[in-house]
């Protein structure tokens, strides 16, 4: 698969993602897809809260939900779409949207432990426009686990 292809198949399986965004406070449905060394995907979807500073990431949710099955080490490449939500609860727009900072160190986590610099597909709810970056352009100088002596 080409990087475009993939990056197509990255941004379609996020949106169908961000379908199940629990977003009632923002109204902004994020949806995120990893994929795996071995070409399957991991996916998320933003989960709010009540006490909104509780709320998870779409990106965060996908790292860790690949790491309860023992996968944080296998991660290539992210996919990543997010919008408004129309009354329907459908995420809308044509601009991408990338990582936040703390999502990008979340994902540093798994660049990390996997040796892998991450492709990192930014993509909008609607039309085709796609940005895409390495995981180091957009977390330079990260911190990681060298700092604390380990890997
Ligand atoms: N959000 C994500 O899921 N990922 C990001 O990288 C940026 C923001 C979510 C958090 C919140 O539920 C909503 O988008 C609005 O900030």
Redesign the pocket.
């Known amino acids: 698969m080409t990087e475009t292809e993939t990056a197509t198949r990255l941004i379609a399986a996020a949106r169908e993602a961000a379908a199940h965004a629990h977003?009632p406070y923002?109204r902004?449905a994020?949806g995120a897809a990893l994929l795996m060394a071995d070409g399957s995907l991991v996916t998320g979807a933003?989960v709010?809260n009540a006490s909104y500073g509780l709320?998870l990431?779409?990106?965060t949710v996908a790292i860790a939900t690949a790491s309860a099955a023992g996968r944080l080490r296998d991660v290539v490449a992210v996919g990543?779409i997010?919008g408004a939500m129309d009354p329907a609860g459908r995420a809308t727009g044509v601009t991408p949207?990338s990582?936040?900072g703390r999502?990008r160190q979340v994902l540093n986590e798994a660049a990390q432990l996997g040796g892998r610099d991450l492709v990192v597909h930014c993509g909008a709810a609607e039309g085709d426009a796609i940005a895409t970056y390495r995981l180091s352009e957009l977390l330079p100088q990260a911190f990681g686990p060298a700092d604390l002596g380990i890997g």
């Open positions: 977003a923002s902004f994020v933003n709010e709320s990431c779409a990106e990543v997010g949207v990582p936040c999502c």
